[in-house]
């Protein structure tokens, strides 16, 4: 899911809907749902994902304490490879990176955001 920067400023809240953005045209967004879904990189519903994140966060207080969690997961084990960039598009799947337990920026914060 990559999102255009006329999009992201209207979610963060510095440009009203409707304001003129890239070509003319403003991105909308119908329902947060339609951006929370599973995707083919963002697989968070595969088995090692889903287990992963129950085991993280069990016996967490509140959305805060998971997240903290979650974010030491991806930073202290899944190991920065700068190496790790190619064109395989399977490279960038969650669940591969999980797999793999390495990544470059980009598939860090995949793995983060599934």
């Known amino acids: 899911m990559?999102?255009?920067?006329?999009?992201?400023?209207?979610?963060?809240?510095?440009i009203e809907p409707g304001e003129n953005q890239s070509e003319?045209?403003?991105l909308a967004m119908e329902s947060i749902q339609d951006y929370l879904q599973a995707d083919e990189n963002f697989?968070?519903?595969?088995?090692a994902?889903?287990?992963?994140?129950?085991?993280?966060?069990?016996?967490?207080?509140d959305d805060r304490q998971k997240a903290v969690r979650l974010f030491y997961y991806v930073r202290d084990r899944c190991h920065y490879n700068m190496y790790a960039t190619t064109a395989?598009?399977?490279?960038?799947?969650?669940?591969?990176?999980l797999a793999s337990g390495?990544?470059?920026?980009?598939q860090k914060a995949i793995l983060l955001t599934s």
């Open 24 to 26: 003319g045209k403003c």
């Open 2 to 14: 990559l999102y255009n920067i006329g999009l992201f400023r209207q979610l963060i809240g510095s």
């Open 102 to 106: 390495q990544g470059w920026c980009l």
């Open 43 to 47: 697989d968070f519903e595969h088995p």
């Open 49 to 61: 994902i889903a287990e992963l994140c129950r085991s993280l966060t069990e016996g967490c207080s």
């Open 88 to 97: 395989k598009r399977e490279a960038y799947r969650s669940s591969a990176i």
